[in-house]
């Protein structure tokens, strides 16, 4: 078999964790396995860059970024490749651009084009295990890139898909993916399955415990996904086709996204043309824009309200300068975004109603709402974020 295994940050956070990750890819190598490791820097490490760098600049070159980011990972890929081969399991860590992992030009989220599966194979057969970088690759001129937080998940499942893997094991600090974020809701429950499809609602609503483009790649390629701990032998969560599970449950799991910011624009001039140049200028700045409220105009203005990662916030500021499209703008990064997520809500009437209940029931104001087939998503003000987890998992019984 070939397998793909991914190690996380916490799982890789200590030197002891790292020999552990060491005995653990050794297994698998030595019970006749060909063996892909994908890393993440140490846990803390990817964040203390970004802080070193905004300590000189709030708004730091993406390019520099990615220079300074992507070094965490090679930190990490070369002491598993030392720590192996000092075990005596011969082993070489490769950045993103040995491997060949090649991306857009979008620094700090850039998208994989092509993996030239002949640079990880030529080690495979010479024996080697082979440790790769995460989160990293090279644009067509040549410069390092990185893809986006989280990326780790994304280089490993991409690999899987390119070499025709076997299995791809995502190893992180959790036992699988569980109904909410067994941190906030500790009556959360494992779930032994779920489908491509849930699994990227949940990831792109704040469930980081996968990052939500290497679920699109897993479901686009059909790799086999699978999310386990590093610290223990529990089987783990299994992402598969929907035809796969048996019973869908209506709703499968509540997310929290506390990376969210609210933008307003007050007495926005009402004639056509004008939300395109708004939403426009955003998609120019690479801005990924969520919900978009738009209410009933008189005097001939509306008021505009959207929200943008909270990351992207200050770039989103600039942009709204340079357009200058309303009297006024209003940010406020003090709200989260709770969702339901569920197939089963394809074919159930009342659901939505049942998560707006048990918020009010709480006190708490919904500030913006969106629904698709599958998803009921709430801006709500930060500080009930967590409650409103624990009341939407209550109400829907998901730890029965
Ligand atoms: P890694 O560093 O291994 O990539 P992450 O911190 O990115 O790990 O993701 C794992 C974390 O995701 C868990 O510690 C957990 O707090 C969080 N999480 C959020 N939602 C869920 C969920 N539905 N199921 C499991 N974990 C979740
Ligand atoms: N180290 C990167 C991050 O913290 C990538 C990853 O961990 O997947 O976002
Ligand atoms: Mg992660």
């Known amino acids: 078999m070939l397998v793909v295994q991914k190690y996380g940050g916490t799982s890789v956070g200590t030197l002891e964790r790292i020999e552990e990750v060491a005995k653990r890819v050794s297994k698998a190598k030595a019970s006749g396995n060909d063996v892909i490791v994908v890393v993440s820097a140490m846990s803390g490490e990817t964040n203390k860059l970004v802080s070193y760098a905004e300590h000189f600049s709030k708004t730091p070159q993406s390019r520099e970024m990615d220079m300074l980011l992507s070094s965490g990972e090679r930190v990490t890929s070369s002491l598993l490749a030392i720590a192996l081969s000092a075990m005596g399991f011969p082993a070489v860590a490769m950045s993103g651009r040995q491997a060949g992992i090649k991306t857009d030009k979008f620094h700090t989220k850039a998208r994989i084009e092509s993996i030239d599966r002949l640079c990880i194979e030529k080690e495979l057969n010479g024996g080697n295990i082979v440790i790769v970088a995460g989160f990293q690759g090279v644009t067509e001129l040549g410069e390092v890139s990185t893809l986006g937080r989280g990326g780790s998940d994304l280089s490993a499942v991409a690999i899987a898909g390119a070499l025709d893997a076997d299995l791809c094991e995502i190893y992180t600090d959790v036992d699988g993916v569980y109904t909410t974020d067994p941190r906030i809701e500790p009556k959360a429950k494992k779930l032994d399955k779920i489908s491509y499809d849930e699994m990227l609602e949940l990831a792109s609503l704040g469930a980081k415990v996968l990052q939500t483009r290497s679920v699109e790649m897993a479901k686009k390629l059909n790799v086999n996904l699978v999310t386990r701990s590093s610290f223990n032998d529990n089987e783990g969560t299994m992402i598969t086709k929907e035809e796969n599970i048996m019973e869908q449950p209506v709703v499968s799991g509540v997310a929290l996204d506390k990376n969210q910011a609210r933008v307003t624009l007050r007495k926005v001039v009402d004639k056509p043309g004008i939300a395109a140049i708004i939403f426009r200028k955003l998609a120019d700045e690479n801005i990924n824009v969520d919900m978009i409220i738009q209410n009933v105009g008189h005097d001939g203005t509306t008021n505009l309200g959207f929200t943008v990662p909270q990351n992207e916030l200050e770039r989103t500021r600039a942009a709204m300068e340079e357009i200058n499209a309303s009297q006024t703008v209003e940010y406020d990064s003090d709200v989260v ?26 006190g708490i104001n919904l500030e913006m709402i969106s629904t698709s087939e599958i998803k009921v998503s709430m801006v709500i003000a930060a500080k009930y974020g967590e409650l409103a987890v624990r009341a939407l998992h209550d109400a829907y019984e998901l730890d029965k």
């Open 337 to 362: 975004k709770v969702s339901i997520v569920g197939v089963g809500m394809k074919s159930h009437s009342g659901v939505a109603c049942t998560a707006f209940d048990t918020l009010s029931k709480e």
